[in-house]
């Protein structure tokens, strides 16, 4: 080789390796990365984005670890993304052989222990992951306290049960996020505790009291917030109360789809992926599934007083069903001068803001009514982006909408499944022909100079 050659050469590979060390320090100091993974499993959920956006007060986590933990490097990396979303956010690991006096503070008893420090709150969390993480940090930065009164007396889905008939899986999220739960009975209370945050009512079966229809009103014209998912195969005396407080008439029948039959097997399992622009739905793209569903209309003048907004449509191929007995027999069909066709409101958010009468403050009442409450069940509530829309009605409800997101997706099995031909390709390629093309390559060189 030439003197010439070898400075050619001397210098191609010291410009390579300087454009190699550039980009590195480049992306170093740009902090430079994106997330490839199909479930986006290294970047945070936007719900944690939002309420890390929204952290009004430093909060500090201190992890107890031992180095070398298996688990710490994955928490470290994880704490890492949070703190570049939040100057209001920082981290500390704290080894308890090392510390065993800051441990005893904080009565650590194992290492995976990892205490939200926010002002004179804090919260303990063990073996942490996005969704512990981010709901301590709502508790933690939040001194407000809300507390939400499960209306019960009148057949609704019980407080307190378990199996998949029941809502521990709502209310796990909801005390995942600092509200206190209570059960409440309407006949026994002069009015609505002062401490509600909002008032639920899922799936009555039996008409109210006059006197807990008039505490209702009461509530709403004081400001109150309401949730309601009404049976879809029982009417009471509430849809007339909403019909007349909230403008918003309840129609007779149960909505079919046969979209839904394609894709969950049920015609009474109406999907909906219209969402019309609200809060509560910004940015949802998760298809909402509700097992047996009836549909609303609003009153024609009510739109000018009031903000009543459909919070979630059917398919423009469903219809409001209204022979039930045909329907019981197997034999609906679409009926022209009977039967609605879709688009259907499954579910509508009301919000009024007015003045009060005494002192002239300005108060503003909200409610949520679904068309249906099986779909907050353990059963369903699972499915697809149904908690998510649970959970964002009830956050709206306590002007929570820092909070309103979509949860990340769960992480999925990915299963490769390759046919004969692929499974022989990724056996003999880089097992046989590359290191046979290797050695016929060094074969070819070394008659080449052989020749030379």
């Known amino acids: 080789m030439t003197w010439k050659k070898f400075g050619q050469l001397s210098g191609t590979i010291i410009v390579g390796l300087a454009v190699l060390v550039g980009l590195n320090v480049l992306a170093n100091k740009a902090d430079l990365q994106y997330d490839t993974t199909k479930n986006k499993r290294y970047s945070l959920s936007k719900q944690t984005v939002k309420v890390l956006k929204h952290l009004e007060r430093p909060v500090k986590v201190l992890c107890f670890y031992r180095p070398g933990e298996a688990e710490r490097k994955n928490l470290e990396d994880l704490l890492k993304l949070y703190a570049k979303e939040s100057a209001n956010f920082s981290f500390e690991f704290v080894d308890p052989d090392r510390s065993p006096f800051r441990a005893k503070e904080f009565k650590v008893r194992q290492t995976g222990e990892v205490i939200l420090l926010s002002e004179n709150r804090q919260e303990k969390i063990l073996f942490p992951d996005e969704e512990k993480l981010t709901n301590g940090l709502i508790r933690v930065s939040n001194p407000e306290k809300a507390k939400f009164y499960f209306v019960q007396g009148h057949g609704e889905v019980p407080f307190s049960g378990f199996g998949e008939k029941s809502i521990t899986q709502l209310k796990d999220v909801l005390k995942n996020q600092g509200v206190e739960l209570e059960k409440l009975l309407l006949a026994r209370e002069k009015k609505v505790p002062e401490d509600a945050s909002a008032l639920v009512i899922i799936g009555p079966q039996k008409d109210f009291l006059k006197h807990e229809l008039a505490l209702l009103t009461d509530y709403l014209n004081t400001g109150g917030r309401l949730f309601l998912a009404l049976n879809a195969e029982t009417e009471t005396n509430l849809d007339l109360w909403i019909k007349d407080n909230l403008h918003l008439k309840r129609l007779s029948g149960l909505i079919l789809d046969p979209m839904s039959k394609l894709i969950v097997g049920d015609y009474l399992s109406p999907l909906v992926q219209d969402y019309p622009y609200h809060k509560i739905t910004e940015d949802f793209n998760l298809m909402t599934i509700f097992p047996t569903c009836t549909a609303f209309e609003e009153e024609a003048e009510a739109q000018a007083k009031y903000q009543i907004i459909p919070l979630g449509r059917s398919t423009g191929s469903a219809w409001l069903e209204t022979d039930l007995v045909s329907l019981k027999k197997g034999q609906a069909r679409f009926d022209p001068g009977k039967d609605i066709q879709g688009p259907l409101w499954l579910a509508v958010v009301y919000e009024n803001e007015f003045q009060e009468k005494d002192?002239?403050?300005?108060?503003?009442?909200?409610?949520?009514?679904?068309?249906?409450?099986?779909?907050?069940?353990?059963?369903?509530?699972?499915?697809?982006?149904?908690?998510?829309?649970?959970?964002?009605?009830?956050?709206?409800?306590?002007?929570?909408?820092?909070?309103?997101?979509?949860?990340?997706?769960?992480?999925?099995?990915?299963?490769?499944f390759l046919n004969v031909w692929q499974q022989r390709l990724i056996t003999w390629v880089p097992l046989v022909v590359l290191p046979l093309l290797c050695v016929l390559m060094a074969v070819y060189v070394g008659m080449k100079r052989r020749k030379c």
């Open 359 to 416: 002192s002239n403050a300005t108060l503003k009442s909200r409610v949520v009514v679904f068309g249906d409450n099986d779909f907050l069940t353990n059963q369903f509530i699972g499915l697809s982006g149904n908690m998510d829309l649970a959970r964002n009605s009830l956050n709206w409800l306590r002007e929570k909408e820092d909070t309103l997101a979509i949860s990340k997706p769960k992480l999925a099995n990915s299963l490769l």
